[in-house]
């Protein structure tokens, strides 16, 4: 079936440093959307992207959508304590299925 | 307001019990979901209700009944649950129809349910 692959499953970094996450799927998507889910909260929207090639920076977070619309990356630059959580991308397939990643879970090292 | 509300935050319940589930948006929303979280996992669509009416049910096994009296409301009546349902329980709500529509989905804070 339809896939969305996201990697990696954990990532550890210090603080200050930076972190990325990316999603791939088996087909074309319509847009992807991008959710953050901090320990015992909730997924919170982060941002939409519809276009071949889009990126679109929220402060220090980077977000890109591939040219043939399969893949996205986030990239969070100088991380802070704030930051931690799991993160998940989620695309919108031809299908009006949505199709959640596993999700990447930064944690910081202390 | 882009709040989704959900009550009771916690719940435990034994398998024999009968209890619900509650949700509420006031965005104006007409499509309203049910989602189901088990640890580091992605959330699990259950229902989507668009104006309204069940437009998609994921195979969830009849123990789950889902409910929507108004467009701001959605219940989710749980009966004779089983151990391995104990997950987070999500609510979300976007602003168009579920069904063929691709607009962000604004979740509530959940409910954890325990099943004893």
């Known amino acids: 079936g339809q896939q969305v692959m996201q990697i990696p499953q954990y990532q550890h970094v210090q603080e200050g440093e930076d972190f990325t996450t990316y999603c791939n799927s088996s087909?074309?998507?319509?847009?992807i959307q991008w959710y953050k889910q901090r320990p015992g909260g909730h997924p919170v929207f982060l941002i939409q992207?519809?276009?071949s090639g889009e990126v679109k920076k929220q402060k220090r977070l980077t977000f890109q959508f591939g040219e043939a619309k399969k893949n996205s990356s986030l990239h969070i630059t100088a991380t802070q304590t704030t930051d931690v959580g799991t993160y998940f991308c989620?695309?919108?397939?031809?299908?009006?299925?949505?199709?959640w990643g596993a999700g990447t879970k930064l944690i910081i090292k202390p | 307001d882009t709040e989704v509300t959900q009550t009771p935050k916690h719940l435990v319940m034994g398998m024999t019990n009968k209890k619900s589930l509650k949700c509420e948006q006031h965005?104006?929303?007409?499509?309203m979901y049910w989602y189901k979280q088990k640890a580091k996992k992605p959330p699990e669509l259950m229902f989507v209700?668009?104006?309204?009416?069940?437009?998609i049910n994921e195979s969830v096994p009849s123990r789950f009944s889902p409910e929507c009296p108004n467009s701001s409301l959605l219940n989710l009546h749980l009966h004779a649950l089983q151990p391995e349902d104990s997950a987070l329980y999500l609510c979300?709500?976007?602003?168009?129809?579920?069904?063929?529509?691709?607009?962000?989905?604004?979740f509530g804070p959940g409910t954890r349910l325990t099943v004893l």
């Open positions: 965005m104006g929303h007409r499509a």
């Open positions: 992207l519809v276009k």
């Open positions: 979300a709500s976007s602003q168009e129809s579920g069904y063929r529509s691709t607009d962000t989905q604004y």
């Open positions: 087909t074309t998507l319509s847009n």
């Open positions: 989620a695309g919108w397939d031809s299908n009006y299925q949505l199709i």
């Open positions: 209700y668009s104006y309204e009416k069940l437009s």
